[in-house]
């Protein structure tokens, strides 16, 4: 992905805490979501291209891009750079307490646009075809058990991703099919949208159904994952931060 020097900086550890990552602690510790990222996240699913939102970076203009399909046969996301190798005793650290039905979904990556600038601002898996009205915190099974923080923020060590938890037992079984799985799927996708759309993320199935995954390429840095529910109060999408607090 194309990034602002100030953003590639980050890129080499984690996000500096400056003023503005402090007052979110603060705002996460009494149990209350930043209006800066509420808003940011209404904004999206209502005014999606052309949206003009703002970090401490200044403004920049987002677009949404369908990336493609990703398959839940379980139903549990594992929130993971999936090209990286992992232990099944990590599992309960990037499993999501939350399932959805088990189902193939669309992603989505909505990229932020400043002068010549582009990154990855927001990536999104949607479960239904309906607006989100509500937004609450996507928490780990770990931090669902033991955090008393109603909003909990996850490391991302230059990228982060989406799996099934099926598929996370079977890559920590056997990891080098698992690699083979993931050349397989994503390494044509990732290219593509490299030179497309300046992203480097992708979504996808293995011709054979037996792998799939999501990949995001990001800043390393903290950030927060959001469940989006409908006005039935029905979860509609899992939304990912990469923006608000960069």
């Given at each position: 992905a194309?990034?602002?020097?100030?953003?590639?900086?980050?890129q080499c550890g984690l996000m500096p805490r400056?003023?503005?990552?402090?007052?979110?602690?603060?705002?996460?510790?009494?149990?209350?979501?930043?209006?800066?990222?509420r808003n940011n996240l209404e904004i999206i699913h209502t005014a999606v291209d052309g949206a003009i939102l703002r970090n401490r970076y200044g403004r920049a203009?987002?677009?949404?891009?369908?990336?493609?399909?990703?398959?839940?046969?379980t139903g549990e996301i594992v929130m993971a750079d999936p090209s990286l190798r992992h232990d099944i005793a990590d599992f309960k650290r990037v499993a999501l307490h939350q399932k959805v039905s088990?189902?193939?979904?669309?992603?989505f990556a909505y990229s932020a646009h400043s002068g010549d600038d582009c990154s990855l601002a927001f990536a999104e898996i949607c479960f239904a075809d309906q607006q989100p009205v509500d937004f609450i915190a996507a928490k780990t099974i770990l931090d669902a058990e033991q955090s008393s923080r109603r909003y909990c923020g996850y490391v991302a060590n230059g990228a982060t991703g989406c799996t099934d938890a099926r598929f996370f037992k079977d890559?920590?079984?056997?990891?080098?099919?698992?690699?083979?799985?993931?050349?397989?799927?994503?390494?044509?996708?990732?290219?593509?949208?490299?030179?497309?759309?300046?992203?480097?993320?992708?979504?996808?199935?293995?011709?054979?159904?037996?792998?799939?995954?999501?990949?995001?390429?990001?800043?390393?840095?903290?950030?927060?994952?959001?469940?989006?529910?409908?006005?039935?109060?029905?979860?509609?999408?899992?939304?990912?931060?990469?923006?608000?607090?960069?």
């Amino acid at each position: 992905a194309v990034v602002s020097g100030k953003a590639i900086q980050l890129q080499c550890g984690l996000m500096p805490r400056n003023r503005k990552s402090i007052m979110t602690e603060q705002y996460h510790e009494k149990g209350l979501m930043d209006m800066d990222a509420r808003n940011n996240l209404e904004i999206i699913h209502t005014a999606v291209d052309g949206a003009i939102l703002r970090n401490r970076y200044g403004r920049a203009v987002i677009r949404q891009h369908d990336i493609g399909l990703i398959s839940l046969p379980t139903g549990e996301i594992v929130m993971a750079d999936p090209s990286l190798r992992h232990d099944i005793a990590d599992f309960k650290r990037v499993a999501l307490h939350q399932k959805v039905s088990p189902g193939i979904y669309p992603v989505f990556a909505y990229s932020a646009h400043s002068g010549d600038d582009c990154s990855l601002a927001f990536a999104e898996i949607c479960f239904a075809d309906q607006q989100p009205v509500d937004f609450i915190a996507a928490k780990t099974i770990l931090d669902a058990e033991q955090s008393s923080r109603r909003y909990c923020g996850y490391v991302a060590n230059g990228a982060t991703g989406c799996t099934d938890a099926r598929f996370f037992k079977d890559a920590c079984i056997h990891p080098k099919s698992s690699e083979w799985n993931y050349d397989l799927t994503l390494d044509d996708a990732l290219s593509e949208n490299r030179e497309q759309l300046g992203l480097s993320c992708a979504a996808g199935i293995s011709p054979n159904g037996d792998y799939s995954a999501a990949i995001f390429t990001v800043p390393s840095g903290v950030y927060y994952w959001y469940w989006g529910k409908d006005k039935k109060g029905d979860i509609c999408c899992l939304t990912a931060d990469f923006f608000t607090y960069l």
